[in-house]
Structure formats: C-alpha cells, structure tokens
T-cell receptor, first 110, second 118 residues
Framework: GQNIDQPTEMTATEGAIVQINCTYQTSGFNGLFWYQQHAGEAPTFLSYNVLDGLEEKGRFSSFLSRSKGYSYLLLKELQMKDSASYLCAVRISNDYKLSFGAGTTVTVRA | GAVVSQHPSRVICKSGTSVKIECRSLDFQATTMFWYRQFPKQSLMLMATSNEGSKATYEQGVEKDKFLINHASLTLSTLTVTSAHPEDSSFYIC??????????????FGPGTRLTVL
C-alpha cells in the first residue's frame, strides 16, 4: 500500500511562516503535488515537484528530496485566507493516479 | 477560470434512487479522468480511473456495479451512483490531468458534488 504522512493540524500567526512536512513510502514515484483545500470546496493546485530541490511561487515554496522520501510546503507571510487544509499527494504511476495524504489543517490567527 | 466542471454541485436524493454526476474538461481533452470520494475531515480516496473509449478501472474495495463510470468523449466522464444509500453520502470530486510535458503537467479538480442520500 501507499503511506503518505503529514501532520494533522498546525496553527500560526498572521504574517508568520509555517512549514508543512510530508513523508512518503509509495510503490512508485512520478512527482509530488501540494494542494490547498478550503472546507466544502475542491482542492486547488499549489505546486508540483518531480526533481529534487526547491520550487518557489510567490509566498508558497515546495521542496522535494526523493532519496529521503520527503517534501515540505512553506507558506510565508501568512494571511487569514491561508487557513485551509493542505494536501500532499504523490503521483505513483505514469497514468497520473494520485495517492493523497490525510491533509494538514492550518489555522491562521490574528 | 475553471478548467474542469462538475454537475450538479449538490444533490439530495432518496435511498434507492440513482444519481448521475458529470465531469467535463472545459478547454482541453482528457483521455483519462479520475473520480475521488471524500468523507468529512478525511482526505481524498481514489475510487476509479475513467478511460475514454474503454472500461474504467476501479480501486480495491470499490464496487464497479454500484459506481458506474462512462467516459463518453474526450471531455466528459460520468459517475452514476446506483441504488444510493445513506452511507454513499459524500463529496465526490473528479479530476483530469492536463499534459504539457512532464515538468509542467498538472491535474485539475472539478468543484465537487455534495451527495446526500436520505
């Protein structure tokens, strides 16, 4: 089976930085996604890492180490609207099948 | 704007009835689409892979006779929940990969369909 682990909850203050870690042990690996999901809505795409290293997109950055089976999503300059669930998902095959972690609920406080 | 749409967004039905959910890719063709189910406070669980022109492939534990999938065209996949029961109440989400070269591939999700079976 697929094993993708991420913390259940995290809380941070507006303007701060939060790092969400994701470790994975999967039958295959063709890239790792991070999605943001607000309650009652579908996930929205944040980042996709297939090579080792850091990908930066504005306030969001994602890092991947394939040898360690590890990724993190870094959220900078937190805003209240960043309060959401963040899903780590591994593309385990060439047909784009994704296996999701349980999600990390981030709460941003004023 | 949205690149994958779903219809309906919300449906309430009586136990024993069938419900059809449509998933459309709006400005690209998708030979493959995926159907997920999400229960409250849980992550997305892949139910099946919808393949244009061929049978869907189902994940272990998902009843193919209960969740009928038809990928009628390169932009449309439908999921029919047959003889729905209260335990089928969930958030159903489809997704479609948009392939643009391995480094820029991404997968777009539809807005989801909230199914409530009374």
């Amino acid at each position: 089976g697929q094993n993708i682990d991420q913390p259940t909850e995290m809380t941070a203050t507006e303007g701060a930085i939060v790092q969400i870690n994701c470790t994975y042990q999967t039958s295959g690996f063709n890239g790792l996604f991070w999605y943001q999901q607000h309650a009652g809505e579908a996930p929205t795409f944040l980042s996709y890492n297939v090579l080792d290293g850091l990908e930066e997109k504005g306030r969001f950055s994602s890092f991947l180490s394939r040898s360690k089976g590890y990724s993190y999503l870094l959220l900078k300059e937190l805003q209240m609207k960043d309060s959401a669930s963040y899903l780590c998902a591994v593309r385990i095959s060439n047909d784009y099948k994704l296996s999701f972690g349980a999600g990390t609920t981030v709460t941003v406080r004023a | 704007g949205a690149v994958v749409s779903q219809h309906p967004s919300r449906v309430i039905c009586k136990s024993g009835t069938s419900v059809k959910i449509e998933c459309r890719s709006l400005d690209f063709q998708a030979t493959t689409m995926f159907w997920y189910r999400q229960f409250p406070k849980q992550s997305l669980m892949l139910m099946a892979t919808s393949n244009e022109g061929s049978k869907a492939t189902y994940e272990q534990g998902v009843e193919k006779d209960k969740f009928l999938i038809n990928h009628a065209s390169l932009t449309l996949s439908t999921l029919t929940v047959t003889s729905a029961h209260p335990e089928d109440s969930s958030f159903y989400i489809c997704s479609a990969p948009r392939l643009a070269g391995s480094h820029t591939d991404t997968q777009y999700f539809g807005p989801g369909t909230r199914l409530t079976v009374l």
